[in-house]
């Protein structure tokens, strides 16, 4: 369903820029 999808791609989102800030952080 769209809640579905928007809630997969809110939650990509969130899990890249986690990343982006733990590589930011640790490099």
Known sequence: TKGDF???AS???VLT???V???S???
Request: net charge neutral; no cysteine.
């Open 6 to 8: 928007v809630g997969s």
């Open 17 to 19: 820029a986690l990343i």
């Open 11 to 13: 939650g990509a989102v």
């Open 21 to 23: 800030f733990l590589s």
């Open 25 to 27: 952080v640790l490099v």
